[in-house]
């Protein structure tokens, strides 16, 4: 799959994921180093693959569904990134990201691999949302094609 950076076309490496998959398991490193792994995630999921947080269309994505996640008790908010889980922490606490958990796939890829969100020219993971109900089976999926362009937030949210 391709998606554009800059209206450059990028080649996307992994499984792409469609609606109706079963979600597949992934381990990524928390910010303080540890490993995670999305077999332990419960309830309702949203997986925000992002570039990096220190960018502006990132950053505020983040925010966005940062803010948007007091309103649902149910759901568990992640941000996935290559960035260094030192930087999602400066990141997280200088702009008061409290609500959405941040996970870095800078170690192993394993998201990028498993979700197709890995961009091949560019070393970092591809803007994409997806959605994940308690069952484990994706109900929403977004790749967006321009990675600078915002998701369709209201889409997402109608599955919250």
Same mark, same amino acid.
């Given at each position: 799959?391709?998606?554009?950076?800059?209206?450059?076309?990028?080649?996307?490496?992994?499984?792409?994921?469609?609606?109706?998959?079963?979600?597949? $398991?992934?381990?990524?490193?928390?910010?303080?180093?540890?490993?995670?792994?999305?077999?332990?995630?419960?309830?309702?999921?949203?997986? !925000?693959? !992002? /570039?990096?947080?220190?960018?502006?269309?990132? $950053?505020?994505?983040? %925010?966005?569904?940062?803010? #948007?996640?007091?309103?649902?008790?149910?759901?568990?908010? &992640?941000?996935?990134?290559? $960035?260094?889980?030192?930087?999602?922490?400066?990141?997280?606490?200088? #702009?008061?990201?409290?609500?959405?958990?941040?996970?870095?796939?800078? %170690?192993?890829?394993?998201?990028? #691999? %498993? &979700?197709?969100?890995?961009?091949? #020219?560019?070393?970092?993971?591809?803007?994409?949302?997806?959605?994940?109900?308690?069952?484990?089976?994706?109900? &929403?999926?977004?790749?967006?094609?321009?990675?600078?362009?915002? /998701?369709?937030? $209201?889409?997402?949210?109608?599955?919250?």
């Amino acid at each position: 799959m391709n998606v554009k950076f800059q209206g450059n076309l990028m080649t996307l490496e992994g499984t792409i994921i469609k609606v109706g998959d079963l979600a597949p $398991d992934f381990t990524a490193i928390d910010n303080n180093l540890n490993p995670v792994s999305s077999k332990d995630f419960k309830g309702k999921k949203v997986f !925000v693959s !992002v /570039p990096s947080l220190d960018t502006p269309v990132c $950053d505020l994505e983040v %925010k966005r569904f940062n803010k #948007e996640a007091t309103s649902f008790s149910n759901v568990n908010i &992640y941000v996935l990134s290559m $960035d260094l889980p030192f930087a999602q922490g400066r990141w997280c606490g200088s #702009e008061g990201i409290d609500k959405v958990k941040t996970l870095s796939d800078y %170690k192993d890829r394993e998201f990028g #691999e %498993k &979700y197709g969100t890995y961009i091949k #020219e560019l070393g970092l993971l591809t803007r994409a949302v997806f959605v994940v109900d308690e069952n484990n089976k994706v109900i &929403y999926v977004e790749y967006c094609e321009e990675i600078s362009s915002h /998701p369709n937030y $209201d889409e997402v949210l109608k599955f919250l």
